[in-house]
């Protein structure tokens, strides 16, 4: 659907890579150009016409990130880098300082990069204990996995709403209920699943969100921190700078600004911010459910007729997200996304970041598809028709 | 050479690498390769005496160049003496570089001439020459210089 809206698709590539980067509409795209061309300034910074616009549009965005994840204030977004620095901020900003030596952390071995490593270098500094709640045979986290893994010194669950390999939906309402239940800090990693589907922070008792825009057709470079009010304030801001401060004085002594600015150090990503804000705006005029609904249907299309070729393996039938991982029979990963790329289809291989799940897969790389909204049956019949021309794979390889 | 022979040495060697999970004992060094951008992930094995490289073996996975270029090369290595084997990493990188290089001193290793025609399969076939390099730099290291 909306096929217009997006120069890259006049390329004749079949994008199927969409876990990595979704493509831009173009109105993402005219929306970062205007800030550019027509009111240029820095934000929180001028009394002149064009930096008080920047202003208006750049917390114009907060509001829209408030209402797509239900927070209760604007106040609990923060802007930065994407992701990975908000779930940064949430381990060694927050945590860091809110849990003790001997504390437990669950996650899972399906966990990004992201999303494992800050609590590694806080294992490391201060003897957190990480542990890995079991997934089970579909390599999806259940809530009686869940359950079974808490124990009295479970002080965070922290786990993707969707995984980007098994692209598995956690039933991240139950556990956030369980949080609640035994005040446990629950951390959402939302970066696969706002593109797709309605999270909602208040419903699922998130204690803290984090997301990228680059995967929901915003731009690069940015995205977004949730935190409940009383847990964000307690965030401390590992940048220190302009933008932060209420005043710094020679004596040393000084105050920093409220929450958000103040996890917002330094001349933000406004054009980012801005090209965020038209992102989220384009998705909900077309609305989640219309996204998921032809996500699952072209996972599905794909599913039966993937079928019928005999040397094509599929790791994750079951899951419902819009991913899929496969290999073909006794061809590297890597080759056999080289071999697609001949026909310009694009999909990915590798680990993808979860180099844990190795352990649980029993296979270290895989190629990847991740459907989003703008992709059609008539790319997942060019998809089919290639992997059906895939015995002659090497002479196209090599 | 032309591109249909091209192909068959690469697909052999991919399919019945040279040397691949061979056993090794502790007198061989290892050394590990892998590409920060994709998947490729050796562990190669080498045992060395007196300068002279006597006999290789490697584990890991890889695609087909990757793998392909570590058998051809490795085989190619076994019996050469360090400074021999300077000279072939030379002409190789000269040959991936679009550099001139010499034919005779690279033998089969010419089938990745044209690899410069796919710029991400590049690294791919400097995969295995990483390897050595490394183990040139351990050894020269041992031997003080
Ligand atoms: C589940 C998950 N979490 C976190 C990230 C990190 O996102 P970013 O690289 O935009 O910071 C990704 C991106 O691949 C992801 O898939």
Redesign the interface.
């Known amino acids: 659907m909306n096929r217009e809206d997006f120069k890259m698709l006049d390329n004749d590539i079949v994008y199927f890579d969409n876990g990595a980067t979704t493509f831009k509409p173009n109105c993402v795209i005219d929306s970062m150009n205007d800030y550019y061309n027509n009111y240029c300034a820095n934000a929180h910074r001028g009394d002149y016409k064009i930096s008080n616009k920047v202003d208006i549009e750049y917390e114009k965005v907060r509001e829209k990130v408030k209402d797509l994840i239900g927070a209760s204030s604007s106040e609990e977004i923060v802007f930065t880098s994407g992701a990975t620095q908000s779930l940064n901020m949430i381990v060694l900003g927050f945590m860091a300082h809110a849990l003790k030596s001997g504390d437990e952390v669950l996650i899972t071995k399906s966990e990004h990069a992201s999303n494992v490593l800050p609590w590694m270098e806080l294992q490391k500094k201060m003897g957190i204990v990480i542990k890995y709640i079991p997934l089970n045979d579909d390599l999806e986290l259940t809530y009686d996995n869940v359950l079974n893994s808490i124990t009295s010194k479970t002080k965070v669950i922290s786990i993707a709403h969707v995984t980007n390999t098994v692209g598995d939906i956690r039933p991240i309402y139950e556990i956030g209920k369980l949080c609640k239940e035994k005040n446990i800090y629950f951390v959402v990693d939302a970066a696969q699943s706002i593109p797709h589907r309605k999270v909602d922070v208040i419903e699922n008792n998130v204690s803290f969100l984090a997301f990228s825009a680059h995967k929901m057709l915003g731009p690069t470079g940015v995205g977004v921190l949730y935190g409940k009010k009383e847990l964000l304030e307690e965030v401390v801001p590992i940048f220190v700078g302009g933008g932060m401060n209420n005043y710094f004085l020679s004596n040393f002594e000084v105050e920093y600004s409220p929450i958000p600015n103040r996890l917002e150090a330094g001349t933000p990503n406004v054009a980012g911010v801005i090209g965020m804000g038209k992102a989220i705006d384009y998705l909900m005029n077309i609305g989640y459910e219309k996204i998921e609904k032809h996500e699952e249907d072209l996972k599905r299309y794909f599913l039966e007729k993937v079928k019928r070729i005999k040397n094509v393996k599929i790791y994750n039938p079951n899951s419902k997200s819009g991913i899929v991982l496969f290999n073909i029979d006794d061809v590297f990963a890597q080759d056999t996304a080289t071999f697609l790329d001949y026909y310009n289809i694009c999909v990915r291989s590798g680990n993808h970041c979860a180099k844990m799940l190795i352990d649980e897969l029993g296979i270290k790389n895989t190629c990847r598809i991740s459907f989003y909204l703008y992709n059609t049956k008539e790319e997942v019949d060019r998809l089919i028709k290639a992997l059906e021309n895939s015995k002659n794979i090497f002479d196209i390889v090599i | 050479m032309n591109k249909q022979l091209?192909?068959e040495i690469?697909?052999d060697n991919?399919q019945h690498p040279f040397h691949k999970d061979k056993e090794v004992d502790d007198s061989y060094i290892k050394v590990n390769t892998n590409n920060e951008s994709?998947?490729?992930?050796l562990d190669i094995y080498f045992k060395v005496e007196n300068g002279v490289i006597l006999d290789v073996s490697f584990k890991g996975?890889?695609?087909?160049?990757s793998?392909?270029c570590s058998s051809i090369l490795l085989r190619y290595l076994v019996g050469k003496n360090l400074n021999e084997v300077k000279v072939i990493l030379d002409e190789y990188n000269k040959m991936i570089n679009e550099e001139e290089y010499d034919q005779d001193i690279l033998k089969d290793l010419i089938v990745y001439s044209d690899i410069y025609l796919?710029p991400?399969?590049k690294n791919?076939a400097l995969l295995p020459v990483k390897a050595v390099l490394r183990l040139l730099d351990n050894l020269g290291e041992k031997n003080g210089n």
Do not use: M, P, V
């Open positions: 091209r192909r690469i697909l991919y994709c998947i490729d992930n996975e890889a695609c087909a160049i793998t392909s796919q991400n399969r791919c």
